[in-house]
């Protein structure tokens, strides 16, 4: 998993890379003059531009931009009576007349400091009377949102430590030459500087990009942006292996050659903060777990102190009558699903709507999380009405079957609207985690930068995400499960004990595993061990309401009462949707069209149990009860346990949508 996370990462990485620098050459030829004062496309951000920005996992700062004296060391140089002096050879090493080498070893040989001397410095000017405005703000909440924020000098450790601690930034996460001491043999103190350590990346030319380049080794961040000032900073991105964004900052030393070249130029880190992503999210569903799901994903935009998400979440339903009045008028008076969800306080920011549409005009993130044989239709509406550049993930379990083969809820998606579409799958029953007990879930995706949104969409203290490279995976696992639950409710109806059970499950997983690689080759074998596999069987074999449903059919049979899925979804569920009963008859279809029906005798079985083809009992006999061969022409007979089977083959009913 490790190694394609890696690779899809190192995929976006260099493609980013790549437009970058041709973008670079584009800017060189356009951009003329060199007076910085010339109107420059710069100061405000392509979509492009911006989209890295937004999917920045690591931002590196050249800690001079962070503070408004520009450079501490001159800083310093001031403080020990050689300001003037020191000075110049900076400009000299930002202008680039001046290698950076160079330039360090003399300024540290006018500023002939000591130990104490650096200390009685800080005291005198702590970092946080220095900082440049609005660099608190926005390296906080660039951390809030998890991004990873480096401070990269070209000057000295020793001045720049303390600056990053004032911002909360670890000292693994600074990158900054180290001065050489000699020793003092009596105190054993360090006593008198000699020169710095050449060995630090910092300590050369184009030492800002091979510093990013070691952090780019340590971590597989898909886009790192560099924010800096000078020449040196700008190289973060002329070299390969470097950032793949420069922004350049002027609000504390602007320079033309910078302003110029930079991908974006900024005057005030405000308009960093300003342009961080907020992102709209549409739940498209309000059933029960659409409710539960949206319960979170509205805490978390209640919480979210960085502004990532939009505080309001929109949550579509399906427009209905309840105890004489709209659904989703008393779904907002109440804060409460009363028939999907009753009993569990929806957030207030959680707003529920009648019409598809207006949910998800504007929305950047839709979650699908209807019963799957409506998803159809509802996609049909929103075919070319989705906002430019949003994302989907589906929580709907199941699949459809079209003729040319099987098509997941999340294909579906994609096909559509034309849009990526991860899922979210997992040991998941609504009511559970609207309880906030500890449950786990999985993301299946192909775009992680996408992933990584959705993580903190859903991430609560009692919901664990975690995420996988298998999309597909993971949704034929929450697929195929509610099949197994089937199967797990008929052995519970009947009232065989554990073992029984614990065969049929074991039987149910072998097939789904079976079943899903030679679908999907590309489908891992560990995807079935994680959250959205063993885990949700288990769930939903001993708590769902697939395995409800069928426990009451099994015992209508065994009462000689049987009863139909239908008449006991109903009379059970209240208005709540079963998908293991349609899943089963798709999944059926598929096997009837490769011709794989005894290959998978549970599934085989259970579908002719719920088309009353066998009596309930052929569940611990699924594979004489795939074996039989029932007639095309006979009656709908019931196939009793020890009853002889009539010859030839009988066709169930198709169940596309
Ligand atoms: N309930 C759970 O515990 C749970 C957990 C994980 C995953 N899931 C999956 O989530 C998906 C949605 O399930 P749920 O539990 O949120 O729903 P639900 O079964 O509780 O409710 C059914 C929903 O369907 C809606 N509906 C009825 N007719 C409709 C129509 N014609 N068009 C559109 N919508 C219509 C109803 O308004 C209601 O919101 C399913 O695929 C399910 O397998 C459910
Ligand atoms: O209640 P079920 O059988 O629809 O299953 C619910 C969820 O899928 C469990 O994760």
Not at 506 to 511: D, F, N, T
Request: aromatic fraction near 8%; proline fraction near 4%; glycine fraction near 8%.
């Amino acid at each position: 998993m490790k190694s394609l996370k890696f690779e899809c990462r190192l995929k976006s990485r260099v493609n980013v890379l790549r437009s970058i620098q041709s973008k670079h050459r584009f800017q060189h030829h356009c951009l003329a003059s060199e007076n910085s004062n010339v109107a420059r496309t710069n100061l405000t951000p392509s979509q492009h531009v911006l989209d890295i920005w937004h999917k920045a996992e690591a931002v590196c700062f050249d800690v001079d931009c962070t503070v408004t004296v520009n450079d501490s060391l001159d800083l310093l140089a001031e403080y020990m009576g050689v300001g003037k002096e020191v000075e110049n050879l900076t400009k000299k090493a930002m202008d680039g007349t001046l290698s950076l080498g160079q330039a360090l070893e003399e300024r540290l040989k006018l500023i002939n400091c000591k130990p104490k001397d650096i200390k009685s410095f800080l005291a005198a000017n702590p970092p946080q009377s220095r900082f440049a405005k609005g660099i608190v703000s926005l390296v906080t909440r660039l951390q809030e949102r998890d991004v990873t924020v480096y401070l990269i000098s070209g000057g000295f450790r020793e001045l720049t430590l303390p600056i990053a601690e004032q911002l909360g930034i670890p000292r693994q996460q600074v990158f900054a030459n180290r001065m050489l001491w000699q020793w003092d043999d009596e105190t054993l103190e360090p006593s008198r500087l000699v020169g710095f350590d050449i060995s630090e990346p910092t300590a050369r030319n184009q030492g800002k990009p091979q510093a990013i380049a070691k952090i780019r080794e340590a971590h597989t961040y898909s886009s790192v942006v560099m924010i800096g000032d000078g020449i040196t900073d700008l190289e973060a991105v002329q070299v390969s292996g470097g950032a793949d964004l420069f922004i350049g900052y002027g609000g504390v030393q602007r320079r033309a050659a910078v302003e110029k070249d930079a991908d974006w130029y900024v005057m005030d880190f405000a308009e960093l903060e300003a342009a961080m992503k907020c992102y709209q999210v549409a739940m498209i569903g309000s059933g029960a777990w659409a409710c539960a799901a949206a319960r979170m994903v509205a805490q978390n935009a209640l919480e979210n102190t960085s502004g990532m998400f939009d505080t309001k979440v929109k949550m579509w339903v399906y427009e209905e009558n309840y105890e004489g009045r709209k659904l989703t008028e008393i779904i907002n008076e109440r804060h409460e699903n009363p028939k999907y969800l009753p009993g569990v306080s929806l957030p207030e920011n959680l707003v529920a709507m009648p019409d598809l549409l207006e949910v998800t005009e504007g929305a950047d993130l839709l979650i699908f999380c209807s019963p799957h044989q409506f998803v159809r239709g509802v996609l049909k509406q929103l075919a070319g009405k989705v906002k430019k550049g949003a994302v989907a993930i589906s929580l709907i379990k199941g699949m459809r079957v079209r003729v040319d083969g099987p098509q997941l809820i999340s294909q579906m998606v994609e096909r559509m609207l034309g849009i990526d579409c991860s899922v979210l799958m997992g040991a998941n029953i609504a009511e559970g985690i609207a309880k906030e007990e500890l449950s786990e879930a999985v993301i299946g995706y192909d775009n992680l930068d996408n992933a990584y949104v959705f993580e903190k969409v859903f991430q609560r203290p009692y919901f664990e995400v975690k995420l996988i490279p298998d999309g597909p995976g993971a949704e034929m696992c929450g697929t195929l499960k509610n099949i197994v639950a089937l199967a797990a409710g008929f052995v519970d109806g009947l009232g065989y004990g554990p073992n029984s059970k614990a065969a049929v499950m074991r039987q149910g997983l072998s097939e789904m595993m079976n079943f899903s690689t030679r679908l999907y080759p590309s489908i891992r074998s560990e995807t079935f061990l994680e959250s959205c596999g063993m885990a949700d069987l288990i769930a939903t074999c001993y708590g769902g309401r697939n395995r409800k449903v069928a426990v009451e059919y099994a015992s209508s049979w065994q009462a000689g009462a049987p009863q139909t899925f239908d008449a006991l979804e109903a009379s059970l569920l209240n208005g709540q949707k079963l998908q293991g009963v349609m899943t089963s008859d798709e999944v059926q279809e598929i096997l009837r069209m490769k011709g794989w029906e005894q290959d998978y005798p549970l599934f085989t079985t259970i579908n002719r149990i719920i088309h009353s083809q066998l009596d309930p009992s052929y569940v611990v006999k699924y594979k004489e009860g795939a074996g039989i061969n029932i007639s095309l022409h006979a009656d709908p007979t019931v196939l009793k346990s020890g009853d002889t089977p009539p010859k030839g083959p009988r066709l169930a009913p198709l169940n596309t949508f």
